[in-house]
């Protein structure tokens, strides 16, 4: 029972399977990260245009009640506090990470795993 080796083939194949499709892969990962940025901005401009919405109702009233400014504090706090703090870090940090690497995919030539499929091809010629 082989947990954690593999043959020579067996690497050989997830090499090349992995060279086939990085061009793919890479642009994926640039695209989500992309999409990701834009929902983040988007978002965050939504949920600023609401939270000075909300605030704006309270100073239009001429005598807001303590119930009134209760529950526009609630609801401010809320918004900026969950949404703007832990949504928007994961946002940002996934955006990054997949920016990153769908470029390092897209620009990175891959010369190692070039090389070596060549050099086993070159070995072990296909029948």
């Given at each position: 029972?082989?947990?954690?080796?593999?043959?020579?083939?067996?690497?050989?194949?997830?090499?090349?399977?992995?060279?086939?499709?990085?061009?793919?892969?890479?642009?994926?990962?640039?695209?989500?990260?992309?999409?990701?940025?834009?929902?983040?901005?988007?978002?965050?401009?939504?949920?600023?245009?609401?939270?000075?919405?909300?605030?704006?109702?309270?100073?239009e009233?001429?005598?807001?009640?303590?119930?009134?400014?209760?529950q526009?504090?609630?609801?401010?706090?809320?918004?900026?506090?969950?949404?703007?703090?832990?949504?928007?870090?994961?946002?940002?940090?996934?955006?990054?990470?997949?920016?990153?690497?769908g470029?390092?995919?897209?620009?990175?030539?891959?010369?190692?795993?070039?090389?070596?499929?060549?050099?086993?091809?070159?070995?072990?010629?296909?029948?």
């Amino acid at each position: 029972m082989r947990l954690w080796k593999l043959t020579d083939d067996e690497f050989i194949a997830r090499v090349r399977r992995f060279h086939r499709t990085r061009r793919i892969w890479g642009t994926l990962l640039l695209i989500v990260g992309l999409i990701f940025v834009v929902v983040l901005l988007v978002s965050g401009q939504h949920l600023s245009h609401q939270s000075l919405e909300l605030l704006n109702l309270i100073t239009e009233a001429e005598h807001p009640t303590r119930e009134q400014m209760a529950q526009a504090a609630d609801n401010v706090s809320f918004s900026v506090g969950f949404m703007l703090g832990s949504t928007f870090g994961a946002l940002r940090i996934f955006s990054a990470l997949f920016v990153g690497i769908g470029f390092g995919i897209l620009i990175n030539p891959d010369r190692k795993s070039r090389m070596l499929l060549e050099y086993w091809d070159q070995r072990n010629p296909a029948p």
